[in-house]
């Protein structure tokens, strides 16, 4: 089956630093990719996504590539923001269903 | 504006009881995921459903059950509450159409004593 494996956490940087955070996936097929982010006490919101190989996603100066030959969806940020403090989660679906990594816890400091 | 909701927010229950959560949304989607959320998992797939009258297993099931009487609403109902079920639970929906972006509900935080 499909499977998604990201950074494991917690990641803690400095304001203005760069980041990223990685993420490989498993799938017999072709299929979309997506971070999530999730701020403390909130659900999950869409960050960015790609739904085929070279695409790349971007938002909020987030960016990720999506990778055929190395199965892998990265992101990352150039310079990173206090309020960027959150959890993001790499998700991958074929159909209708998404399969989730573990997510990562990551922290900002001023 | 179109939205998806959770009730209760928080949900405090002893072992053995049944517990019904709540999710409901507006942008009248046809898929709708319950997911449970423990550390060290990420979000794990309950249940889901692809329309009024469907439904089906996901990874994390059992104990667990659903039904789909209408498009807006697909309830959680934990028949016998166990304290391994104490977990931050979410609702997603999504609209069937390419690329499957799911939106997210608030989120229940269940404790079961």
């Known amino acids: 089956g499909n499977s998604v494996t990201q950074m494991e956490g917690p990641v803690t940087l400095s304001e203005e630093a760069f980041l990223t955070i990685n993420c490989t996936y498993t799938a017999t097929g072709y299929p979309s990719l997506f971070w999530y982010v999730q701020y403390p006490g909130e659900g999950l919101q869409l960050l960015l996504k790609?739904?085929?190989?070279?695409d790349k996603g971007s938002n909020k100066g987030f960016e990720a590539t999506y990778r055929k030959e190395t199965t892998s969806f990265h992101l990352e940020k150039g310079s990173v923001q206090v309020s960027d403090s959150a959890v993001y989660f790499c998700?991958?679906?074929?159909?209708?269903?998404?399969?989730f990594g573990q997510g990562t816890r990551l922290t900002i400091n001023p | 504006d179109a939205e998806i909701t959770q009730s209760p927010r928080h949900k405090i229950t002893e072992t053995g009881r049944q517990v019904t959560l709540a999710c409901h949304q507006t942008w009248n989607h046809n898929n709708m995921f319950w997911y449970r959320q423990d550390l060290g998992h990420g979000l794990r797939l309950i249940h889901y459903?692809?329309?009024?009258?469907?439904?089906n297993k996901g990874e994390v099931s059992d104990g667990y059950s659903v039904s789909r009487s209408n498009t807006e609403d697909l309830p959680l109902t934990l028949e016998s509450a166990a304290s391994s079920q104490t977990s931050v639970y979410f609702c997603?929906?999504?609209?069937?159409?390419?690329?499957?972006?799911?939106?997210f509900g608030p989120g229940t935080r269940l404790t079961v004593l």
């Open positions: 997603a929906s999504s609209s069937g159409l390419a690329p499957n972006e799911q939106f």
């Open positions: 790609a739904t085929k190989a070279d």
């Open positions: 998700a991958g679906g074929e159909a209708q269903k998404l399969v």
């Open positions: 459903s692809y329309g009024v009258h469907d439904t």
